[in-house]
């Protein structure tokens, strides 16, 4: 879940987890931990690319629209 520590996100991590969803929380590293305690099964912390850098990661996971 993109911004998993969002307003609303972290509602929709919870809510999830509740169903018996597996969540991947995504976030910046200050808030992981929040996310963890949220229910998250795994977290990705996000770090923007510096200026002038180019980065193309790609991760095994598929959007669910």
Known sequence: ????????????????????????GVCSGRKADLVGELGAT????LRWPSAGSSSSASAPFAPVP
Do not use: D, K, S, Y
Not at 42 to 45: A, P
């Open 42 to 45: 795994e977290t990705i912390r």
């Open 1 to 24: 879940m993109l911004g998993a520590a969002g307003g609303v996100e972290h509602n929709a991590v919870q809510l999830a987890v509740a169903r018996g969803a597996l969540v991947t």
